[in-house]
T-cell receptor, first 111, second 118 residues
Framework: SQQGEEDPQALSIQEGENATMNCSYK?????LQWYRQNSGRGLVHLIL?????REKHSGRLRVTLDTSKKSSSSLITASRAADTASYFC???????????FGKGTLLTVNP | GAVVSQHPSRVICKSGTSVKIECRSL??????MFWYRQFPKQSLMLMAT?????????EQGVEKDKFLINHASLTLSTLTVTSAHPEDSSFYIC??????????????FGSGTQLSVL
């Protein structure tokens, strides 16, 4: 079953703007993670937020988690062309050792 | 940071042949590695969990005789696509978690293998 669902599926913005991507999930989780994937490449871990945390920062990335709504939001501030990639949320709702990925958001930052 | 090396990065093969993909953790040990499949512009779908020294655990709908997984050491897992057909063409990605890590540890991913079956 599809655990995570990101929206929007695609987002196109100008450099310097902020990018917001959302993720919803269905089952209880221990943590939620965000990953980035450049076209044709593997995934790079961005951030992990535990179920008892509400907000976490890493550089220009700010992630929030609302377990009551089963949703997470990822904000990239002052975006750069190099931020262009697909972004996936992943949850461990089906077991701590198994991550389930959402469909991803394709972010395009135009210079 | 931890590195997972995946080879080859790209392979083109004829229908009916078998293809082996390697996934190595270079600077950490992993009792468990994961194999995903990704179609263009789609999400990653977990195919199987590779367990060192034991049989792999396959997800529902994944043919274990088609996708052979061997996890012979704490740093190497292989995925063999047997008798490949054009519908097996896809992007395959492996990932691993440090053996010392727990439930809140991140996964490290290989760079993926693009398989094209002619």
């Amino acid at each position: 079953s599809q655990q995570g669902e990101e929206d929007p599926q695609a987002l196109s913005i100008q450099e310097g703007e902020n990018a917001t991507m959302n993720c919803s999930y269905k089952t209880s989780i221990n943590n939620l993670q965000w990953y980035r994937q450049n076209s044709g490449r593997g995934l790079v871990h961005l951030i992990l937020i535990r179920s008892n945390e509400r907000e976490k920062h890493s550089g220009r990335l700010r992630v929030t988690l609302d377990t009551s709504k089963k949703s997470s939001s990822s904000l990239i501030t002052a975006s750069r062309a190099a931020d262009t990639a697909s972004y996936f949320c992943a949850t461990d709702g089906e077991g701590w050792d198994k991550l389930t990925f959402g469909k991803g958001t394709l972010l395009t930052v135009n210079p | 940071g931890a590195v997972v090396s995946q080879h080859p990065s790209r392979v083109i093969c004829k229908s009916g042949t078998s293809v082996k993909i390697e996934c190595r953790s270079l600077d950490f040990q992993a009792t468990t590695m994961f194999w995903y499949r990704q179609f263009p512009k789609q999400s990653l779908m977990l195919m199987a969990t590779s367990n060192e020294g034991s049989k792999a655990t396959y997800e529902q709908g994944v043919e274990k005789d088609k996708f052979l997984i061997n996890h012979a050491s704490l740093t190497l897992s292989t995925l063999t696509v047997t008798s490949a057909h054009p519908e097996d063409s896809s992007f395959y990605i492996c990932s691993a978690r440090d053996i010392t890590g727990g439930p809140n540890e991140k996964l490290f991913f290989g760079s993926g293998t693009q398989l094209s079956v002619l």
